[in-house]
Every structure is written in C-alpha cells, then in structure tokens.
Nanobody
Framework: QVQLVESGGGLVQAGGSLRLSCAAS???????MAWYRQAPGEQRELVAR???????NYADFVKGRFTISRDNAKNTVALQMNSLKPEDTAVYSC????????????WGQGTQVTVSS
C-alpha cells in the first residue's frame, strides 16, 4: 500500500506561481503519476500525467503554464504551476496508477490551491 502526501498548496495572487509536491511512501517507478483537481461543486478533472517512461500530457486549460515532473529516486512528483488564474482554485490531488498487476490506484488527501483575483 503506497501512501501519497501532497504539499505546497496555499493562497496566491493571479499571475503567481506555486509548486506542489507529492511524496510517496514506497516506490513509484512502476506507476504512472498524475495530478487531478476538484473545485467546489465540480467533478474531479485530470490536470497532468507523467508515465513511467517520462511521457507527459496536460489538460488544455493548463498547457504552457503547468509542468509535471517526477523523481523516482526520491519517490516524488511535482507540479510547477505558473501564471495562475482564479479558475485554477481547487483541491489538487496526487494519483499513482500502478502499471503492473495489481493495477491499483492510490490517492493523496489533496492540497488546497486558492488563486485570488
């Protein structure tokens, strides 16, 4: 069982930056890692994903502003968020999707990001 702990959220003005970090209690080397977010009253949505091989994909609404990265040696995943907008306000959660059997998903508890206008 892998536990994920997010950190780095907070309050920032529009146009500012934040860096989120997700620390795993075990190895993430065989897991695709992703960041999701959920705003109040909205469904959870994918923000960015990075595969075991390092390939990345981003939601259209963050392309060019956010960057996801991973460090398998430290079992961490980061999300660098630049040019933040008020609509980026949400709880951001880290996800680990194991790519070998058992194909389970692990989730962190989430970290709040609030962008003021």
């Amino acid at each position: 069982q892998v536990q994920l702990v997010e950190s780095g959220g907070g309050l920032v003005q529009a146009g500012g930056s934040l860096r989120l970090s997700c620390a795993a209690s075990g190895s993430i080397s065989i897991s695709d890692m992703a960041w999701y977010r959920q705003a109040p009253g909205e469904q959870r949505e994918l923000v960015a994903r990075i595969t075991t091989g390092g390939s990345t994909n981003y939601a259209d609404f963050v392309k060019g502003r956010f960057t996801i990265s991973r460090d398998n040696a430290k079992n961490t995943v980061a999300l660098q968020m630049n040019s933040l907008k008020p609509e980026d306000t949400a709880v951001y959660s880290c996800n680990a999707h194991r790519t070998r059997w058992p194909f389970v998903d692990h989730w962190g508890q989430g970290t709040q990001v609030t962008v003021s206008s």
